[in-house]
Antibody
């Protein structure tokens, strides 16, 4: 089974930066497009960003475009999210997510999720 | 962007009864070249990450009980729980994955009546 472990969350001031990481246990991590999805306190799910398996393509929600950068290191089975110019509205639990099986490896449907890491943006 | 709208926002159903949640997309998520609907359903319980229930609009994910079923095509979809169990109390989300951004619906809260 796939295990995903996010880290790097915490309290940061508005305008600050954080870098989230997600370590995957699955040996075939490098075959899947992977994503970050966030959830503000008491709110619904918001897709944030996706990166292709070969790193050639990355997509972002309008709310984070130009401020967040997704990247991955397939040799270390790790996904990253560099978050700059953070705002109060970026406060959320950030989940990394992976497609459920190889038949949807490049798709934006997520069958494996980490437990999430909390990012709080506040002065 | 394709916007997803769920109805109702919340509902309460008696144990053993049927629960139905609807999801409408602002444009079709049916890809004509493979005749597949790029639509998924998730369940989220308090304090837990979401769990994938259904993808391709009607394919149950691994380990999902067969009381959960998905139907619909194009821009109108339904998640049905045929006989509600206590452990099904949760918030349910639909999501399209037709093209980025992969938008989620606002969620439907399901409780026991």
């Amino acid at each position: 089974d796939v295990h995903l472990l996010e880290s790097g969350g915490g309290l940061v001031q508005p305008g600050g930066s954080l870098r989230l990481s997600c370590a995957a246990s699955e040996l075939t991590f490098g075959s899947f497009a992977v994503a970050w999805v966030r959830q503000a306190p008491g709110q619904g799910l918001e897709w944030v960003s996706t990166i292709s398996a070969d790193t050639t393509s990355a997509y972002y929600a309008d709310s984070v475009k130009g401020r967040f950068t997704i990247s991955r290191d397939n040799s270390k089975k790790t996904l990253f999210l560099q978050m700059n110019s953070l705002r109060a509205e970026d406060t959320a639990v950030y989940y990394c997510a992976v497609p459920p099986d190889i038949s949807v490896a490049g798709r934006g449907v997520y069958g494996h999720w980490g437990q999430g890491t909390l990012v709080t943006v506040s002065s | 962007d394709i916007v997803m709208t769920q109805s109702p926002d919340s509902l309460a159903v008696s144990l053993g009864e049927r629960a139905t949640i609807n999801c409408k997309s602002s444009q079709s998520v049916l890809f004509s070249s493979n005749n597949r609907d790029y639509l998924a359903w998730y369940q989220q319980k308090p304090g837990q990450p979401p769990k994938l229930l259904i993808y391709w609009a009607s394919t149950r994910a691994s380990g999902v009980p067969d009381r959960f079923s998905g139907s619909g095509s194009g821009a109108d979809f339904t998640l049905t729980i045929s006989s509600l169990q206590a452990e099904d109390v949760a918030v349910y989300y639909c999501q399209h994955y037709y093209s980025a951004p992969y938008i989620f619906g606002q969620g439907t809260r399901l409780d026991i009546k």
